[in-house]
């Protein structure tokens, strides 16, 4: 493990931080743009509570000595992101129902001595695709890419939608999502290339549109959804993305699309975690407030 917190991201009195402290942290590579520490550490701060949340930036070497060093610390709870969501899982002692079946985690918590692992990822982007429309019952939705975020939404999205289309880059990695999306909730899921013919066809008769693609993956495709006018009005597009608001969820607002920022799905994600670590309910006003101005500083 290596890489130092951000003073930016420490508790406002670090004074205070001392043997009694609870730690947790989120591991990554790259980790440096990760806004947790801001989004957690606020939450501590407003609660009033003794808990100090840090970044580490972890090889896919390094995954196994990382995990034995948050057991050896005592580190109460672990946020995991890329590239180490189906990793880890080898690594820990028991994994709850839901992540077994996505087959990614990206929460660990000390449970009984041990660790579990937790994926909170598709829960929190289906409370923000509810919050948005209500109900998603009957609608036709398309997720571009088929990694660990496609997983986790999938898996969620499968129990409230009539169908999905997976759009991958990788066919054969795109077709065992589907594959598995089908058996998870016996629904119709294709996969399709990644390629214009696709786009045109799948979205141009979806009502959800759900991007997983990294950042600078998106625009290339992005263009070809706007131009085409693939993006209606009405349609729900959410771009996993937190990073910053891309000009696609931009340009999709302006076609009259209800379009929704990866920055909720982070906040969400980041409650769960929350309440799973701490057991108290955790303050999403603030939370959001800290992401939005963390955001803001990382983007100038």
């Not at 790259?30 to 090889?59: K, Q, T, W």
């Not at 077709?175 to 598995?180: H, M, P, Q, T, V």
């Not at 309440?275 to 959001?288: A, E, F, N, Q, S």
Request: net charge positive.
């Amino acid at each position: 493990m290596n890489g130092l917190p951000k003073i930016s991201d420490m508790p406002s009195d670090s004074s205070r931080i001392d043997g009694g402290t609870k730690v947790c942290a989120v591991i990554g590579d790259p980790i440096e743009h990760s806004l947790s520490p801001a989004i957690h550490n606020a939450a501590y701060r407003s609660l009033g509570m003794d808990f100090v949340y840090v970044a580490f930036r972890v090889r896919r070497r390094e995954l196994a000595r990382a995990i034995e060093g948050v057991r050896g610390l005592g580190i109460v709870g672990l946020n995991v992101t890329r590239p180490h969501k189906t990793s880890v899982m080898h690594f820990l002692d028991t994994i709850e129902k839901t992540a077994r079946e996505i087959g990614a985690v990206n929460t660990l918590v000390r449970s009984g001595g041990g660790l579990r692992g937790y994926n909170t990822d598709g829960q929190a982007a289906l409370e923000v695709l509810r919050k948005l429309s209500g109900s998603l019952s009957g609608t036709r939705a398309v997720i571009l890419g088929a990694g660990g975020a496609a997983r986790a939404i999938g898996y969620y999205l499968s129990r409230s939608t009539q169908s999905i289309s997976i759009l991958n880059r990788t066919r054969a990695k795109g077709s065992k999502l589907a594959g598995e999306i089908a058996r998870w909730s016996d629904i119709k899921c294709q996969p399709y290339g990644l390629d214009k013919a696709s786009l045109r066809k799948e979205v141009g008769q979806s009502d959800v549109l759900i991007n997983t693609l990294p950042v600078d993956v998106v625009p290339r495709f992005a263009s070809t959804l706007i131009r085409e006018e693939l993006i209606r009005a009405g349609m729900i597009v959410f771009d996993a993305n937190y990073i910053h608001k891309s000009d696609f969820l931009s340009d999709a607002e302006a076609a009259g699309a209800r379009v929704v920022d990866g920055l909720d799905m982070l906040v969400g994600q980041a409650a769960l975690s929350f309440k799973l670590w701490t057991g108290r309910d955790p303050p999403i006003d603030v939370m959001h407030k800290a992401a939005l101005k963390a955001r803001q500083v990382r983007t100038k």
